[in-house]
């Protein structure tokens, strides 16, 4: 990464308050993947945390599944060209949407930290904003998991025991 990173984090919710050091994990995050991904350039992240209700309007509105999910990323980018923000000449990568109610819930359901279940849903919603997809199952999801463990490790947040992820 030879670049600046821009992360926003905007707390859109008051369900639950978000823990002491959780942005400071979403730009770390965001730093271990362009890191490891050898982003050229300059980028900007938009990070939103909501609530279950929040996180169910988007997932009906942009997917058509009128349930709550764990996280949402909208890409601004295809195929490496990226939208560039004029005014500092960063590409913009794109929306990520966490819901903290979910995470929290999901930290519990799999016996890990907070700190992992953010961390991991950061890596792998940011992934899916550079291109990568795991939705088809096979190699592209095996190599999208391999990143995401490559991330979370550098940072201190390996993997204890079987994961997967609720779709």
Do not use: W
């Not at 890191?35 to 279950?52: C, K, L, Q, R, Y």
């Not at 009128?66 to 909208?74: G, I, K, N």
């Not at 913009?92 to 949407?97: A, K």
């Not at 190599?143 to 993997?159: A, D, I, N, V, Y």
């Amino acid at each position: 990464m030879n670049g600046k990173i821009k992360v926003i984090i905007k707390n859109d919710q008051n369900a639950v308050k978000v823990p002491t050091g959780v942005r400071m994990l979403i730009r770390r995050s965001c730093n271990a993947v362009l890191t490891n991904e050898g982003f050229p350039g300059d980028a900007e992240i938009s990070v939103t945390i909501v609530d279950d209700e929040k996180i169910q309007e988007l997932n009906r509105q942009y997917r058509n599944i009128d349930r709550s999910t764990d996280v949402l990323s909208f890409p601004l980018g295809e195929n490496g060209v990226y939208d560039i923000n004029y005014d500092t000449g960063a590409k913009m990568l794109g929306d990520i949407v966490i819901s903290i109610e979910h995470a929290f819930a999901q930290a519990e359901r799999f016996g890990h930290s907070l700190q992992r279940e953010i961390g991991f849903l950061t890596v792998h919603s940011l992934l899916h904003l550079l291109g990568y997809d795991h939705e088809g199952g096979g190699l592209e999801a095996v190599r999208m998991r391999e990143k995401e463990e490559e991330s979370l490790t550098q940072m201190g947040l390996k993997r204890n025991g079987s994961y997967y992820i609720d779709e």
